[in-house]
């Protein structure tokens, strides 16, 4: 049963996460869960409109800085704010006040619009998160704090144990693929009361694991490829998204995309750290 059918805007905040990394459409721009919902609830509601403030490397003082007071201003019927998780990255990081900016966003945010929609964050199976579980944790366990000090909902992926399948997240093991952000679309949209399309949590289906050769093959390409370039930037303090705009920064009607076909249910290429 639908809770709400007639949600006429939406506007979503944060980092590469929310941008679409690396969900490629095939001229190369990225697509992402936000743009599958706003295409979703476009299909539902003529003249939708929808803006997508979020830009990849941001942090959450960032996102406070530059989005926050833009998305506001929107008084957009949804907005969704997905935040703080590259804080939490970092190896040194200060958690009482990225609780404090994450709470200033939300506190802003929460009363100028019809309904706030926050997040916890799926992470990948690996060491990568283990390492920095307790942070993560922590962040979340503010976010449902918040959530429920502001009537926001709050939509739990770091509780799915599907979207912590390895072969769910790109080769850089930092950004879903495009089915994880299908999946996660899904749950954003059931959140929000939408009658399900398909069930987002189903495990994929079991496939061969590669041997110990492909997957140290593999933990080298990543090394140089993604790790290497990532550790630079923090050592500079330069960050991805550097002079980067909005990918839609302006509240405007928003056309549904079509599909060309249905979604394979994994990449083809299984990359794990164990």
Not at 123 to 131: F, K
Not at 198 to 203: H, L, S
Not at 249 to 273: C, D, I, K, M, S
């Amino acid at each position: 049963m639908e809770i709400n059918a007639t949600y006429t805007s939406f506007v979503a905040l944060g980092d590469s996460f929310t941008e679409g990394m690396s969900d490629l459409r095939p001229d190369g721009s990225y697509q992402g869960w936000a743009d599958l919902l706003a295409g979703r609830l476009a299909a539902r509601t003529p003249g939708f409109r929808y803006a997508n403030l979020a830009v990849r490397g941001k942090l959450i003082g960032q996102i406070v800085d530059e989005q926050v007071e833009a998305a506001a201003a929107m008084n957009a019927d949804i907005v969704t704010l997905v935040g703080g998780l590259n804080d939490t990255l970092r190896p040194k990081c200060d958690m009482g006040r990225v609780r404090a900016l994450l709470g200033e966003a939300v506190e802003r945010l929460a009363p100028s619009c019809g309904q706030l929609v926050l997040m916890r964050s799926p992470g990948r199976n690996g060491p990568v998160l283990e390492r920095f579980r307790p942070r993560m944790e922590e962040l979340f366990g503010y976010v449902d704090e918040l959530a429920a000090r502001h009537g926001a909902l709050v939509v739990d992926l770091y509780g799915a144990p599907a979207l912590a399948d390895p072969r769910l997240w790109d080769v850089d093991r930092l950004h879903l693929t495009g089915e994880g952000h299908r999946r996660v679309a899904e749950a954003v949209a059931e959140t929000l009361g939408l009658a399900p399309a398909f069930d987002w949590r189903a495990p994929l289906a079991p496939g061969p694991r590669p041997g110990w050769a492909s997957r140290r093959a593999a933990d080298v390409r990543f090394a140089r490829q993604h790790l290497a370039p990532w550790i630079g930037r923090r050592l500079t303090g330069r960050s991805s998204g550097d002079g980067r705009p909005p990918k839609r920064p302006e509240l405007l009607p928003y056309e549904p995309v079509v599909a060309a076909g249905p979604p394979a249910t994994a990449p083809a290429e299984v990359t794990e750290t164990g």
